[in-house]
């Protein structure tokens, strides 16, 4: 059975305007929390990249960028984002200052994608549930990376939320989430766009709040209902205090009365895997398959 084509309930308008919305001086904390989880993934990875992507990095986390720098410090890094200003803020903050011989004889720091092929890490932290073509973005992942390069993402899974969707269930009230992609299902799209050795793992993260003004505002700046049948009009302040309510019956007495969110953190790690093509009558290769496998040493198989 074939991946969903994007995630479940999930409006594409919405998805851009939030793609869209700037993400501000710093990234989202919960972002930079699950980049640091995600960095500890590495340690099992002996594949020293001489030249990584960062895709997004304003959402993925700035602290992240510069612990990764730290990470790879020979390594030429290449930064991407749908919004040019944003790309161009984080390289400011991933560079060195102007004094410091680092900015003039370090490692390139660039805006875009390197040419196909050429990258052996990309990074895409907790993006791909916000996106409304995910496959297509793996595809293009998929092109970025020279052959044995390896992909590194998160995102959120489908048990995120769930006490808040039980909250808005029980007053009728609309999904105030669109529904997140399975692992299991990352891991089919991953296969489909052409990786390999796809390695799936999930965690959950409880989260605390004193009040549900505390909450709310975490949850603006991670994110937006992106829901296909989320509410189209205003709501008014009878509604917010209504809202204030039912976010009350979060609170846990086991939490000391703290009210409880969780989250549902999916990471995935797989490779691009050397070329193959097998022969027959009449063989076509790509001339950008024909240039990988030369440079990976690769042979046309002898299967038909």
Not at 150 to 167: I, K, T, V
Not at 202 to 227: K, V
Not at 255 to 283: D, M, N
Request: glycine fraction near 6%; aromatic fraction near 8%.
């Amino acid at each position: 059975m074939s991946a969903p084509e994007r995630p479940p309930s999930l409006d594409p308008v919405a998805a851009a305007r939030w793609s869209a919305h700037p993400v501000g001086e710093a990234s989202p904390w919960l972002h930079e929390e699950v980049a640091f989880r995600m960095q500890e993934r590495l340690d099992f990875i002996k594949l020293q990249p001489e030249r990584w992507v960062h895709w997004e990095p304003g959402r993925g986390g700035l602290q992240a960028q510069r612990a990764l720098q730290k990470r790879y410090p020979k390594a030429e890094v290449w930064l991407n984002s749908a919004q040019p200003a944003e790309a161009m803020a984080a390289r400011e903050v991933a560079q060195a200052r102007w004094w410091q011989a680092e900015r003039w004889f370090g490692p390139r720091i660039a805006l875009g994608l390197p040419p196909a092929g050429q990258a052996q890490m990309l990074w895409a932290n907790m993006l791909l549930h916000t996106c409304a073509q995910p496959q297509q973005i793996l595809k293009i992942w998929h092109n970025t990376l020279a052959v044995d390069g390896f992909l590194m993402f998160s995102c959120l899974g489908p048990d995120s939320l769930r006490e808040l969707r039980e909250a808005y269930a029980r007053q009728g009230w609309p999904a105030p989430a669109h529904e997140f992609t399975d692992m299991h299902d990352w891991g089919d799209m991953l296969v489909e766009a052409g990786f390999a050795e796809p390695v799936m793992d999930m965690e959950r993260i409880t989260l605390t709040y004193e009040s549900p003004q505390r909450m709310l505002a975490d949850l603006r700046a991670w994110g937006r209902n992106l829901h296909v049948q989320r509410f189209a009009g205003l709501r008014g302040r009878r509604w917010r205090a209504q809202l204030d309510q039912v976010l009350m019956t979060l609170a846990r007495p086991e939490e000391g009365g703290r009210l409880s969110l969780s989250f549902e953190i999916v990471y995935g790690h797989a490779l691009k895997p050397r070329p193959r093509a097998s022969v027959s009558a009449q063989t076509e290769i790509g001339l950008d398959q024909m240039r990988q496998m030369l440079r990976s040493g690769s042979r046309i198989s002898d299967k038909v």
